[in-house]
């Protein structure tokens, strides 16, 4: 359960960079939440690497999946529900292999966040099967940005 926590702050740290003269950012093309964008990274020295894949969820939604491979392929090991909007971006759910985790309410960030400046969501993530639930606190803060794709 605390790799579902943590992914709703992680998912927030998307490749943003210092640029002084931007003063809000849409931080949409920053999470590479169209379909088909991909990544893939490692780490110097490792053998392990992880990525994630976007796809087109049901109802204009959009999907992210994580993959690992540890050294003997990629194996699932999670995913995240997005809703976007021209206004706002909602994190809805979280898949984590064995249970969906819902965010009630959704985790909603304004697309335009001004630099400098949290957001704080504050909620739970119920559990889809089983109603348990557990609270989630996220700060979401841009201090610079740069995107050059």
């Not at 959704?106 to 957001?119: F, G, K, T, Y």
């Amino acid at each position: 359960m605390k790799k579902i926590a943590a992914l709703s702050v992680l998912f927030f740290a998307c490749g943003i960079f210092n640029s002084p003269a931007a003063r809000a950012v849409d931080i949409v093309p920053y999470m590479a939440l169209t379909p088909g964008k991909w990544a893939i990274w490692q780490v110097a020295g490792s053998a392990s690497r992880e990525g994630y894949v976007t796809k087109a969820g049901t109802n204009g939604q959009i999907v992210r999946e994580w993959y690992d491979d540890n050294g003997s392929g990629w194996v699932f090991g999670s995913s995240e529900i997005f809703k976007v909007t021209s206004t706002s971006l909602r994190l809805l759910a979280t898949y984590d292999g064995t249970d969906m985790w819902a965010y009630v309410p959704a985790l909603r960030v304004p697309r335009s966040l001004d630099l400098n400046r949290p957001v704080l969501y504050k909620g739970v993530l119920r559990n889809q099967r089983t109603n348990a639930t557990q609270s989630v606190t996220a700060v979401i803060l841009i201090t610079g940005s740069e995107l050059t794709a």
